[in-house]
Nanobody, 125 residues
Framework: VQLQASGGGLVQAGGSLRLSCAAS????????TTWFRQAPGKERNFVAS????????TYSDPVKGRFTISRDNAKNTVHLQMNSLRPEDTAVYYC???????????????????WGQGTLVTVSS
């Protein structure tokens, strides 16, 4: 599986961006796709996750109510709609995927076998 993240850019606080994670050879029924982010000088943290089978979603507390993760079955793509962006959302955003991730592990980077290259989101105040 090869993942391609896109959609990052520069936006003012309060604005919106939509990130996309396209995949080739994505065939596992119970696969999970997750977004992580890494701010300058900080650790990479969990943002949001979706399970393709059933579309179940999970969000980190800092983005809950502002970000929405979704999947497009026809285009084999996962989107992350980010609204009401804040300067603290500035980070490189990575998408990751694995054929099967148990719910208790979905926020851990070690659970994911495949990673995209990252896309930079910068939110100005």
């Amino acid at each position: 599986v090869q993942l391609q993240a896109s959609g990052g850019g520069l936006v003012q606080a309060g604005g919106s961006l939509r990130l996309s994670c396209a995949a080739s050879n994505r065939t596992f029924r119970n696969r999970r796709t997750t977004w992580f982010r890494q701010a300058p000088g900080k650790e990479r943290n969990f943002v949001a996750s979706i399970k393709w089978s059933g579309g179940f979603t999970t969000y980190s507390d800092p983005v809950k109510g502002r970000f929405t993760i979704s999947r497009d079955n026809a285009k084999n793509t996962v989107h992350l709609q980010m609204n009401s962006l804040r300067p603290e959302d500035t980070a490189v955003y990575y998408c990751a995927e694995s054929p099967s991730v148990i719910d208790s592990s979905l926020a851990f980077q070690s659970a994911y076998a495949y990673w995209g290259q990252g896309t930079l989101v910068t939110v100005s105040s």
